[in-house]
């Protein structure tokens, strides 16, 4: 796959034959489903994404569509707006019909619904206003289509707003913050096109529905979405009356397309694992993840000690005391510096909050922001002892949901929530629940083979999320400033790309595979101070004592320290006939290999029997290499 390869003209001709083909047959043809987080507009027609993209390599010099698995959505965005293609962040699209509360909810910036009916029933259509997410679009129909909206921030269980003075309806409902572009002129429901009973709001007439919120069906989401551009032309520009508590700096950030990503998981799971072998980003994720926040979800992070998110590295030795709660001496602390003494308690042990109740008393006294927790090296702590009952309250059903509007931040307590599950702390015998606005992201190397793997009652109540090597391509380091170092740093970024695709994937599995930051390290470092050396010196460092022993670990947990040494390469391959389609370029791209170390002044020696036998990186080359050198340009 080489996305450097599709131009702007690759992008037209896949337009052009999307336009011609009908986005269900476009798609259908190529294996591409439907664009779910982002949105390409051109010319006022919106297209999706990963697949104009997938389709567009078909056009350039390669010659071949991409599939669905050659290409992740995030790439094709990134290639589209490098590019100079509009892409929007989109949802989902939805149909409001406000009635005589459109005034009102207009004024609150919001929608919202009661719990139950006039007889006491709850009705989906009311239901529907929890799971509006932000990013999502709203057609507000009060005798026309009177407004657009776009979802601000999470909903949340509300009392009736004393604007709607309705007395057919109770106090408790739902409620949903949003944006409002309010149109000059109501559009009359007759121009609307495509009313079909399908869509969603319409009946077999071609009526609105009687109900209040509904979502409208994909197949009828883009035709719905062109004619709303057409009719408001400044659809996803800011509009000018927004309240300023729903301005967005104009300073901000572009949001990174895979921390959009993440943000959508983490919005709609509320606890995600971020796994994967090391140097693909993890840790990098959750800075971005922090940074987009308010952009992608609307609400802004809670700050604790001038950081955006609560960060705890969990290890053989956490216990559920360090996490939740447990006794410990009442004031045997120092408030400076390690090298200060530690005061004497005079007193007897007390009981403590652990990390994450601290983070759960900041989300619940502060409903109007988001508390983002990093528990990094997830799988290394014991999880069962480390959370024990908390596992329950985490899980995304059982959370806590704000219903004390109107209160003033200081005065707010976990009383001015409900929560749906609570469990008693065994210390100090206190309810605790999770708040809704608390959301857990959790990091796990899967190359450690010395871990145990995550047990089914976690993994039902987290998302897994993958993050895989994706090495850098020219544009990617250009943007990095390291235009003067490119050729060497591309030689490292594509021999590192060819081991993992033609060698450890294959050969080993994807938990053998190398990350991407080394590269992107090299650059920084030669950007950052001159007095690094040479672009090869860097590197030749950076293989050394970084890159070639995680490759050696990974090889000997794996049992296949031999395919480092040339003199028993072939041995091991001979001894694993399973591999036979994909030996052959294996052994090729080994050789390269070792050819590209010892340019370095590099090579891998594997020597030793039994449990001792392993590899080592040595200067010493008593073993013959073909005279083969390393093409950066191939």
């Not at 129909?141 to 601000?152: D, M």
């Not at 009356?241 to 104009?250: A, G, I, L, N, T």
């Not at 145990?452 to 109540?461: H, T």
Request: aromatic fraction near 8%; charged fraction near 25%; include cysteine.
């Amino acid at each position: 796959m080489a996305l450097g390869d599709i131009d702007a003209d690759a992008i037209r001709e896949s337009i052009s034959e999307f336009l011609r083909l009908g986005r269900d047959r476009f798609l259908d043809t190529y294996g591409f489903g439907r664009a779910t987080t982002y949105l390409l507009e051109d010319s006022g027609r919106f297209f999706d994404p990963k697949a104009i993209v997938g389709v567009a390599h078909m056009y350039s010099p390669i010659g071949s569509p991409l599939t669905v698995a050659d290409l992740d959505a995030t790439e094709a965005v990134q290639r589209l707006r490098r590019l100079g293609f509009r892409v929007l962040a989109f949802s989902r699209l939805w149909w409001v019909n406000q009635g005589k509360t459109y005034d009102a909810e207009l004024a609150e910036g919001i929608v919202w619904a009661p719990t139950q009916s006039k007889s006491g029933v709850q009705l989906e259509h009311h239901k529907a206003v929890m799971q509006l997410r932000p990013g999502d679009m709203i057609v507000h129909y009060s005798k026309g289509v009177r407004a657009v909206s776009f979802v601000a921030s999470e909903p949340l269980n509300a009392p009736k707003p004393a604007s709607i003075s309705s007395d057919e309806w109770q106090t408790a409902g739902f409620l949903c913050r949003t944006d409002y572009r309010t149109l000059p002129d109501p559009i009359p429901i007759g121009e609307v096109p495509n009313r079909n009973a399908d869509v969603g709001p319409f009946d077999r007439n071609g009526d609105v529905k009687q109900a209040y919120l509904m979502q409208v069906s994909s197949q009828a989401t883009l035709p719905l979405l062109e004619f709303l551009v057409k009719r408001i032309p400044n659809l996803f520009e800011k509009a000018p009356d927004v309240p300023e508590r729903k301005e967005r700096s104009e300073t901000t950030v572009e949001t990174d397309p895979q921390a959009s990503k993440l943000i959508g998981i983490l919005l709609e799971f509320k606890n995600v694992v971020l796994e994967g072998v090391p140097g693909t980003g993890k840790s990098y994720a959750i800075e971005q993840i922090a940074d987009s926040w308010h952009e992608r979800a609307g609400r802004q992070l809670f700050e604790t000690g001038g950081q955006k998110f609560r960060a705890a590295v969990m290890h053989p030795s956490t216990s559920y005391e360090d996490f939740v709660e447990g006794v410990r001496p009442g004031d045997s602390k120092a408030s400076g510096y390690f090298d200060e003494p530690i005061a004497s308690s005079s007193q007897s042990f007390a009981v403590q909050n652990g990390f994450f109740v601290e983070a759960c008393i900041d989300a619940i006294t502060h409903p109007d922001r988001d508390v983002l927790v990093l528990l990094d090296e997830f799988n290394r702590c014991n999880v069962a002892n480390v959370m024990g009952d908390l596992l329950l309250a985490l899980e995304q059903s059982k959370r806590g949901r704000y219903s004390g509007v109107g209160r003033q931040r200081e005065q707010v307590q976990a009383a001015d929530w409900e929560a749906a599950v609570t469990v008693r702390l065994p210390y100090s015998g206190r309810m605790l629940f999770v708040p809704d606005n608390v959301y857990v992201l959790a990091t796990a190397n899967t190359s450690d083979r010395s871990i145990a793997p995550f047990d089914a009652a976690l993994r039902r109540r987290f998302a897994f999320e993958r993050l895989e090597p994706n090495m850098p391509h020219a544009s990617d380091l250009e943007e990095r400033g390291a235009e003067e170092h490119l050729p060497e740093l591309l030689a490292a970024s594509r021999m590192l790309e060819s081991l993992n695709e033609s060698v450890l994937r294959p050969c080993i599995g994807p938990d053998a595979l190398l990350g991407h930051s080394y590269v992107y390290a090299a650059a920084e470092t030669l950007q950052a101070d001159t007095s690094h050396g040479s672009a090869d010196s860097v590197l030749e460092r950076i293989w050394r004592f970084a890159i070639l022993p995680q490759l050696i670990d990974i090889t000997r947990s794996f049992g296949a320290e031999d395919v480092l040494d040339l003199k028993y390469r072939p041995t091991w391959f001979s001894n694993h006939s399973e591999l036979e389609g994909s030996a052959d370029q294996a052994q090729a791209v080994l050789t390269e290999f070792d050819s590209y170390l010892r340019g370095l002044g590099l090579g891998l020696r594997v020597e030793g029997i039994g449990l001792a036998r392993g590899a080592s990186v040595t200067s010493d080359f008593e073993l013959p290499i073909p005279d083969l050198m390393f093409n950066s340009d191939q």
